[in-house]
């Protein structure tokens, strides 16, 4: 009986629901480890052990660890849930450029907004809000049309992005103008075995 992939893992990161997410979608057998980010778990040697940068999410399968939320969706998708990674060269570079932005623009901008209200974070409010309007109205003009960001099915692309992206109002980040965004949302909410990030009552206040 293959043992089940452990995910380490702290409810209200964005970075880690990525992994618990597709986990959840893909049916990929796995356990949750909580780690107790607000009393520094996560910088114990016994974490640091696993991921030295200090950060969830981390994955372990057997003897294989893989840390980065990004790296760690290529890793079971390539693994376990081949479809929702498709070889296809053209379809691979689409989702490639999606993993990039999710580490750039959608980083410094929604997740950005909402590590300053959840945690209390120290970033320019201005520049975050501002480049998470850019980042929306990017997506929102590449989903005009599409159920999902690459192809016709959901890939790992659409897990990469969904978690800051649904969470952006908890940065004071509306999503009101941006109806196709607001539309593949609920085609991601709708899809078997989707698990919801914790909302928190920080931000909300635009």
């Known amino acids: 009986m293959n043992t089940p ?12 629901h990525r992994a618990e997410l597709f986990a959840n979608l893909a049916g990929i057998d796995h356990d949750i480890v909580l780690v107790d980010l607000p009393n520094g778990e996560h910088k114990q040697s016994a974490f640091l052990a696993l991921n030295p940068v200090g950060q969830v999410p981390v994955i372990e399968d057997g003897e294989v ?32 450029k999606f993993l990039t932005l999710a ?27 501002a480049l998470a ?12 049309g ?15 992005l969904y978690s800051y992206t649904a969470h952006a109002p908890e940065g004071n980040v509306s999503l009101e103008a941006y109806p196709a965004v607001l539309r593949w949302l609920a085609n991601i909410e709708a ?10 009552q920080a931000g909300l206040l635009a």
């Open 103 to 129: 580490a750039g623009e959608q980083a410094y901008g929604p997740a950005a907004a909402r590590l300053n209200t959840v945690f209390n974070a120290d970033f320019d409010i201005d520049f975050t809000h």
């Open 65 to 96: 660890v893989v840390s980065d939320s990004n790296a760690i969706l290529v890793y079971l998708a390539r693994q376990y849930a081949q479809a929702w990674l498709p070889t296809d060269a053209r379809l691979e570079a689409e989702i490639q």
């Open 146 to 160: 599409r159920d999902f960001l690459v192809g016709d099915s959901p890939t790992i692309a659409d897990v990469a």
């Open 5 to 16: 992939i452990r995910i380490h893992h702290f409810p209200l990161s964005g970075h880690s």
């Open 133 to 144: 309007h850019r980042y929306l109205a990017k997506i929102e003009a590449h989903l005009t």
């Open 191 to 200: 899809l078997p075995g989707f698990k919801a990030m914790p909302a928190t």
